[in-house]
């Protein structure tokens, strides 16, 4: 007989998620996603001036964050007709890089190797590093203490968790080392943002901050220490751990979607070509866009947002009678908690009317990352393993093009002071789109200015494309597919379904416009 | 593999000592009471109980909290506190990470750190965790703390969401004023508000830390921020001031001539902003708003953000006492700079005294609970 499955909270995601599952025979048989927190961003910035946009949405959400501000800014650049200085676009893409570098290796480290570690091996280690030792002691003395908060309480490890000592403890340690270089990393982001988290100098028209040669020789250094950091440690740790002990779940596919995979151009490494580059940032970008239906190794389409629609079948939004999907640009949230047959406040996205998988997978499938091909080659499926390769390889791609920008802004900034800004008056009317490809995935912002305000904002984020529920034909988003079939021998703990969930890299708070009233009374079963 | 790839967890007495002294540098308190605290901090091994709750929050003030380098977050995570509870750093899911909580809150006496904004519309349903609206969680968990102390913007007043339409607000208050909410569960016991958007890392290390040592708060202002921390005016101490009080206002970010000059008329909420960025910097010392060439945009104040839209916007008339309201373009043609910076920094003294409120006694003054 089927058994209900809640895991509520999902922790160590940005923001709040519950995932369902119907559990048969061992396996999963069916899945839901819920995001629990909404605090209405696209309403609340109606009627302002758009240049509040960047700024405001860019505390969306903290952890890929400043990518809402990028890509609100290029929304911006688009609807006002600003061509940004080179100087701003190399800021805008030394920061966006920056953020890559530590937000996957934190990704890795801080929010998913607990999944995959029996951290309390920590305590067998026997070798004579006096670096591991100190880990193995100060694991062993939280222990004796009777207090291993945040690592216990955990789910159990299963057949899958890495339990060789030397292993475990070497990731432990570099755990504790992703801290401190993630911390650096903001020092470093910090010459060009102003703070961190939550940059404020990007805005329409580029980037306000204007460092010294000095301040930008001291960034790169900062900048060759955290690419040291990615090559030697980061994703040899991923390899080792990916084609080791978990090559099996490598394999066998674990968190496998339904096969498409879409990701947006980032990285411009040119000035725009013409008012339709604005929206994107410039032109030749280092990471590519694309479309792949139907198969990991299609070939890759270019991308057409005009492509892109959003269903509310399941979603608790009414659309007018006979409309089944609308272009973002003339999306509607029309608030519908009692709807029959929805589940969910995230809409539908589609692309040509297919659900998409986003995020670093998408990206390494259309860009052919070569670490990720080899895993592929060996025999890895695209799922939660290849996630997080993929993650790996791209914080090497983003970190070694990152100098190249950093050496032509010192130029820059030996021939004077560095202007990265250039403004224009804010259009009565105006529309704008504005496209960049978040850690978690495509992410693109829509505006419709009107007497000089905003009329209306709409925000197509990564999550919205990965959790979406059921579209109108009953198709299955994407973490609701990559579920199926997942093993859970034991259901009082879930450890595979937290995997695959986690692979993604769930970022909850801009995925969700509103939320279930019903939440409370029903579905409300949990594992006991 | 070189020293520089290894982690270096192992905490000494010596690393105590250095979080001590950093962190009383950072309260502005005597350094001869390093030794004190170092011994207060070894002590504590596993027995400072922190219970951190996400609301309706961008996980910004967390990012921030672990970036703090001295002393490193993971020694503060692993040597100096016990953290319980954190939906972004704990290892548990689901039931597992909802019964650490119940057991930590039947322990009690644990600090409760509040991140993000709480929504009470719609019996608070905008924002749930394993089934409970947040705002009956923020309760319970108030309820059996020794100390609260809300961070960031949104936990504080309210922050951004406080202009959507889920009626957020921060932990005492709505924007400026108290709410009242929960008042039965925050009686007697002391209430740190630390905003800014995010919450600024060693303002919270520091804190915490005092509190570990002393067991009690800093002195605080009327909204319970620390006054070491929020009873500076950013107007006054702005290493841009001289631009100001010269007329020099940087009207176009794209001339190189105006780099360096006042933001005032890009929007800069300097003049009302209460806070120490100007020389504590962000980023462990690096840089800040101003600094970056881009307004300050008071987001250590209860009106942030609602009362400060549009950003970019002159919006805030200077008042000077005695004269009321002052058009600044009308200031700088007439009156002239030096006259404006005089009556501005009396202005300002005695907000400053307003702010504090008399809450002037050392460490062990309590919050006072005075409706604002």
């Known amino acids: 007989m089927a058994q209900r499955i809640v895991i509520d909270p999902i922790t160590r995601i940005e923001g709040h998620l519950k995932i369902e599952v119907e559990v048969e025979n061992g396996r999963v048989k069916d899945a839901w996603s819920s995001g629990t927190m909404a605090r209405g961003f696209e309403v609340l910035l109606q009627d302002r001036d758009p240049r509040d946009a960047p700024y405001t949405l860019g505390r969306v959400c903290a952890v890929c964050e400043g990518v809402h501000t990028i890509a609100a800014a290029q929304c911006l650049d688009h609807a006002f007709g600003i061509e940004v200085p080179e100087a701003g676009r190399l800021m805008r893409n030394l920061f966006c890089s920056g953020l890559y570098m530590h937000d996957h290796f934190i990704h890795f480290y801080v929010l998913s190797a607990l999944d995959y570690l029996d951290i309390l091996a920590v305590a067998q280690y026997k070798g004579n590093d006096p670096q591991l030792l100190a880990v193995r002691d100060k694991i062993v003395a939280l222990v004796e203490k009777g207090d291993t908060a945040p690592f216990t309480p955990r789910y159990e490890p299963d057949e899958f968790s890495v339990n060789d000592p030397e292993t475990v403890t070497t990731l432990v340690s570099h755990y504790i080392k992703s801290v401190e270089m993630k911390a650096k990393s903001s020092k470093m982001l910090n010459i060009i943002c102003g703070i961190q988290p939550n940059p404020a100098t990007i805005m329409a028209g580029g980037c306000t901050a204007t460092p010294t040669r000095e301040q930008l020789i001291e960034f790169r250094a900062l900048w060759e220490e955290q690419v040291k950091f990615v090559n030697e440690v980061y994703i040899p740790d991923v390899v080792a751990v990916g084609t080791g002990p978990l090559l099996p779940l490598a394999t066998a596919g674990l968190g496998g979607a339904h096969g498409n995979y879409l990701c947006y151009p980032m990285f411009p490494q040119g000035n725009p070509q013409g008012p339709a580059d604005y929206a994107l940032g410039g032109s030749d970008h280092l990471v590519k866009g694309g479309a792949i239906i139907g198969g990991a190794l299609n070939p890759a389409q270019a991308v057409d947002f005009n492509s892109i629609t959003e269903a509310v079948a399941h979603s608790w939004y009414n659309y007018p009678p006979g409309v089944d999907s609308l272009h973002p640009s003339v999306g509607i949230t029309d608030f519908n908690p009692r709807k029959d047959g929805a589940y969910s406040f995230i809409k539908s996205p589609r692309y040509d009317g297919q659900p998409m998988e986003v995020g670093p997978l998408a990206r390494g499938l259309v860009n052919q990352y070569p670490e990720l091909m080899d895993l592929i080659g060996k025999g890895g499926k695209p799922g939660a393993v290849a996630r997080h390769f993929s993650r790996a390889v791209e914080a090497r791609i983003v970190g070694e093009a990152g100098l190249a920008w950093i050496d032509r802004l010192i130029e820059l900034a030996t021939a004077g002071p560095i202007v990265g800004m250039r403004e224009k008056p804010v259009p009565g009317r105006a529309q704008g789109m504005g496209a960049w490809d978040a850690p978690r995935g495509a992410l693109a912002h829509w505006v419709d200015i009107e007497g000089s305000r905003i009329k209306n904002y709409q925000l197509v984020v990564p999550t919205t494309w990965n959790a979406s529920p059921r579209d109108e034909k009953g198709v299955r988003g994407p973490y609701e597919e990559s579920l199926l079939d997942a093993p859970v021998p034991d259901p009082d703990n879930p450890i595979n379904i937290v995997r695959i969930v986690r692979s993604f890299d769930p970022c909850l708070a801009c995925a969700v416009h509103l939320i279930d009233p019903e939440t409370n009374d029903i579905k409300v079963y949990k594992v006991s | ?372």
Request: aromatic share 8%; net charge neutral.
């Open chain 2, 1 to 372: 593999m070189d020293r520089f790839l290894l982690g270096s967890p192992e905490i000494t007495r010596r690393d105590f000592l250095k979080i001590a002294s950093a962190s009383l540098a950072m309260l502005g308190l005597s350094q001869a009471l390093t030794p004190r605290v170092a011994k207060a901090l070894e002590d504590s091994l596993g027995k400072t109980a922190v219970v951190w709750l996400e609301g309706q929050d961008c996980a910004g003030c967390t990012e921030s909290f672990i970036n703090n380098l001295e002393p490193p977050a993971a020694s503060i995570l692993l040597d100096t506190i016990s953290l319980r509870y954190h939906e972004t750093v704990m290892a548990a899911s689901g039931h597992k990470s909802e019964e650490a909580l119940a057991k930590a809150i039947e322990e009690g006496g644990y600090v409760l750190v509040i991140e993000g904004s709480i929504p009470l519309a719609e019996d608070g349903l905008f924002c749930t965790v394993g089934g409970k609206p947040f705002k009956d969680i923020v309760r319970e968990a108030a309820r059996r703390a020794a100390v609260i102390i809300p961070v960031g913007a949104c936990a504080t007043f309210g922050g951004i969401p406080r202009s959507g339409p889920t009626d957020a607000v921060g932990f005492l208050f709505r924007g400026t004023r108290k709410h009242h909410h929960y008042d039965d569960v925050a009686a007697g016991k002391p209430v740190i508000n630390l905003p800014t958007c995010p919450l600024h890392n060693e303002r919270l290390v520091a804190v915490l830390v005092h509190y570990i040592t002393f067991g009690t708060v800093p002195p605080l202002d009327r909204f319970y921020r620390p006054l070491a921390f929020y009873g500076y005016n950013q107007h006054e101490n702005c290493e841009r001031r001289g631009h100001f009080d010269a007329g020099r206002f940087l009207t176009d970010w794209s001339d190189p001539k105006q780099q360096g000059w006042c933001l005032y008329l890009k929007g800069c909420r300097g003049p009302v902003a209460f806070q120490d960025c100007w020389k504590r910097l962000w980023n462990n010392r690096t840089n800040y708003c101003i600094q970056a060439n881009t307004p300050c945009a008071a987001c250590c104040e209860p009106e942030f953000y609602e009362s400060f839209s549009p950003l970019y916007e002159r919006q805030v008339d200077v008042e000077l006492p005695g004269i009321g309201r002052v058009d600044i373009d009308k200031v700088m043609a007439t009156v002239g700079g030096a006259v404006a910076a005089g009556i501005g920094a009396d202005m300002l003294i005695s907000r400053a005294e307003k702010r504090s409120n008399g809450n002037k006694n050392a460490a062990r003054a309590k919050p006072e609970k005075k409706e604002s």
